[in-house]
């Protein structure tokens, strides 16, 4: 479904965020991206929704090259692609209902569909009762949890998650892992940047590990999909 050929990204400045990585991700796939901080896991994940581009090498998704992907095709691939950050990026002007529905809003469904999806998506990560809330009033994993609303309401079949449990206490960080780990069992591919690694072992799925910007093959967790 998803590979990483021969790619390398270089910055401006001369940076080597990636090089040489060469990665294979099955359909239906949860995977961890572990690291040090710098190793390149949110450089690997940017490049997924062409949020950067490589400076060479391949990104094969379903079939298409996407590191050749015209920019007005670049917002479609984008509705295909979940996204979950560690700082959430909420929009405080307004409730938790409607930072969910932008998406929606932005691809232009209909309003009552919105909001219809949206309470879905909230009821699923256990907020529906806080839709009309402002996201202030909310804790930071509550929060986290309208990020991943907001990531998964367009019901994409890629979710990208960088460091979604970096701010959050460990018993916050299990539910956000066992939540990422539910909408993966229904069949989306995930990709989780983490640098908890003891954490990451507990999901026994399969862990990548970047150093320095290259792919190390060693996989420090069971690989089983239990």
């Known amino acids: 479904m998803l590979q990483f050929i021969n790619v390398s990204k270089r910055y401006a400045n001369g ?6 990585v060469s990665l294979n991700i099955s359909r239906g796939e949860l995977i961890f991206l572990s690291g040090h901080s710098g190793a390149g896991k ?12 490589p400076t060479q090498g391949d990104i094969i998704l379903d079939g298409a090259n996407i590191v050749r992907m015209k920019k007005y095709y670049i917002p479609l691939l984008r509705r295909n692609i ?6 959430h990026h909420l929009l ?4 938790v209902i409607n930072n969910v529905m932008l998406p929606l809003e932005i691809s232009g469904m209909d309003r009552k569909e919105c909001r219809k999806r949206a309470q ?30 907001r990531a998964v309401v367009n019901r994409p079949p890629i979710l990208l998650a960088d460091e979604p449990t970096g701010n959050l206490d460990p018993k916050l ?24 690694i003891r954490l990451a072992r507990k999901m026994h799925r399969r862990m990548v590990v970047l150093h ?15």
Do not use: W, Y
């Open 92 to 95: 405080f002007d307004r409730p």
């Open 42 to 53: 949110s450089t690997l994940l940017k490049l997924i929704p062409i949020l950067e581009r």
């Open 212 to 226: 320095q910007g290259k792919l190390l093959e060693a996989d420090i967790a069971d690989t089983g999909h239990g």
């Open 15 to 20: 940076h080597e965020a990636l090089n040489n």
């Open 173 to 196: 960080s299990q539910e956000i892992m066992n939540l990422l780990s539910q909408f993966n069992s229904v069949g989306v591919t995930a990709i989780i940047a983490t640098h908890d």
């Open 120 to 149: 879905a998506a909230l009821d699923k990560v256990g907020l529906l009762n806080k839709q009309n809330c402002d996201p202030i009033t909310l804790s930071t994993g509550e929060q986290q949890r309208v990020g991943i609303a």
């Open 82 to 87: 979940g996204m979950v950050f560690q700082d």
